[in-house]
DNA sequence: ACGGTATTGACATACGTATGTCACGTCAAC
DNA sequence: GTTGACGTGACATACGTATGTCAATACCGT
């Protein structure tokens, strides 16, 4: 039998409300018998039942899950399983919300998350980009006694309360040494292409990338990033020239955010030049060109999980508790298209 | 606000104990006034907080997970897998206890099987092989109102709840799909081995591997099946014996257990052949051939989810609570020494 | 030994659900 | 009109914890 607050009291001989004081850290209680109690705990090995506390405390979770505004497919998928989590979740006394911030204006991120409500505000996951004014909005949020998550891309210099992602440096490594043996009898160069190089994303999975690259497959060389701001046409005559200056081309690896614009500039090439395609995330683009065999093999952070990690990792550090970090750890994934969910 | 039993007796127009009878099936009840209540249930959206249901009924889940006896390094991680989940789930109101079976004597299974104290029981997760003896066992112990779900092998025909594992067969394609692009521009044959093709999972693997192999990578020929019945010196000498054969051997493909003999035959022949190895299950053997670059990926699934998996789903269909789909899936991954974690 | 404050305990109520007891009403069968 | 079976509602108690009130006690310095 699991040992409860009365057994607790009658073991350290004294009153349930001692008890309760000392477990709840309330008004001063003397240390010899905080310290009693305390050691009553140990011996008994008493753990609160969350569950039978929460019920009596009509506890809520207020979670926000914080996530860039417009169309963007990856951020999308999140969002959607989000909502998925917080479904899931709503039955287990957790509030979730998702809020929407344009990215690109730090001062309107710190606006919106200035603008929450803090009183009864328990936790935030966000996914944006750290700035400064991120970093202050951060530290308020926490001041106000909210927990916060970093979710997708990580928050390093923001004392966040956890990281909810997969560590970018090695996806990118992942990501080489796929091709570094997909092409292991090969010798040729690798276009590198993202959406954008400011997003620490990028720039982490191109360290990881490169540095395996030279490190184990000096006959594959990659190419410097080209970046196409979410131009399509731009993308495609980039491409062309690509292709005519490096006609030892045999891969493309498309790190994150622009996989569509890439896979249109490259469709109907691939086959004729024997190209392999590398990508990140699972989104309805590269799941379809992984089934076509557009794409190879895409690296993956399951979306699923990172939600409901988020949302747990919250709701543990609310209640004081250890996170199950076996559980939390966010794989990173290689998916092909036998192997696709 | 949640709705509670007492608004759902408010808004029916009958009493709490007409509504608890209704919930919980209990004594009889008029049709009318249970459609009422039934009514008020679905107006309200009412749903049960287990929680407190559980507290309320002192709730305990008794679990027992069966697992193969013997030396075994996969099963060893499965177990380890169990025990930790176990023990985050020991605060959750779950017992759960690992019973070993002798699977290769299905008598000694069901004997252990039929000696599980029923009437306190909640359900099983096993991991054992198919035999008529075992379904039979199931079946017993179904009809005593414990949930059964298969771990990692399923039981297609035992009538289980749930199986908790990847699809072999998915599995074996996703091997094969790998070495054909790992080998993409040569031509060469593929050493395909295995304990024991007893095993159901090994068979479904090969016929998964078999079929990429044929439909998609016609320059490469999967040799039949070797199985080295535990037996290193074995393994060893069909290896020479293999190696001098095919010439044009490529790779080897190790459909499980049995990792750790297969690699101490090969050791020192994969670099100077260049042989590619892929093997199945992540052990403490094939997370050291990974580091090693004596094995080049590894097909697993996450042992931690399916243990979590299989004790989430166990309680789930004992609160006759819908299962988190998303959740339950267990995916195929590759691991290369990269994402290794 | 005193007053004053810091600590403590007894007790009550609540959370949402489960479950039991008992008495009351209804209705059919006799 | 009596009997009994059935359906029902009022009420109580419990699960493990939180939280409040209020009186009682322990301890402090003087």
């Known amino acids: 039998m699991k040992p409860t607050v009365h057994d607790i009291a009658r073991e350290a001989g004294v009153s349930l409300s001692t008890v309760d004081r000392v477990l709840n850290g309330r008004s001063d209680v003397r240390p010899k018998n905080a310290e009693r109690v305390k050691e009553a705990v140990r011996k008994l090995g008493y753990v609160r039942d969350t569950n039978a506390a929460n019920l009596a405390k009509k506890r809520r979770y207020n979670f926000k899950v914080v996530l860039p505004e417009g169309a963007n497919h990856f951020v999308e998928t999140v969002a959607e399983a989000v909502r998925d989590a917080a479904n899931a979740e709503v039955t287990d006394r957790a509030d979730v919300e998702i809020v929407h911030v344009n990215t690109s204006d730090p001062h309107a991120v710190v606006k919106r998350l200035k603008a929450l409500d803090l009183s009864e505000l328990d936790g935030v996951a966000m996914m944006v980009p750290e700035t400064p004014q991120v970093r202050d909005a951060i530290a308020h949020i926490k001041s106000a006694g909210a927990y916060v998550v970093a979710l997708v891309s990580d ?27 997909f092409l292991r009898r090969e010798t040729g160069s690798i276009l590198v292409t993202t959406s954008s190089m400011v997003a620490r994303d990028s720039i982490e999975r191109r360290h990881g990338f ?5 490190r184990n497959h000096p006959n594959l060389k990659a190419l410097p990033t080209i970046e196409f701001y979410d131009d399509p046409d731009r993308i495609s005559e980039t491409l062309s020239h690509a292709l005519a200056a490096h006609p030892d081309l045999k891969a493309v690896y498309s790190m994150g955010s622009g996989n569509a614009a890439m896979l249109g500039a490259l469709t109907g090439r691939t086959a004729a030049l024997g190209l392999v395609v590398v990508a990140h995330d699972l989104t309805p683009v590269t799941r379809q060109a992984l089934m076509n065999g557009e794409i190879d093999a895409v690296i993956v952070q399951n979306v699923g999980h990172v939600a409901r990690s988020a949302l747990r990792v919250l709701r543990a550090k609310c209640d004081n508790a250890t996170i199950y970090e076996a559980q939390e750890q966010i794989r990173i994934e290689i998916i092909l298209r036998e192997n696709l969910y």
């Open 210 to 214: 490169d540095e395996i690259l030279l």
């Open 155 to 181: 928050l390093p210099n923001s004392r966040c309360d956890h990281f909810v992602g997969i560590d970018n440096f090695s996806a990118g490594q992942t990501a080489g040494a796929l091709l570094g043996r």
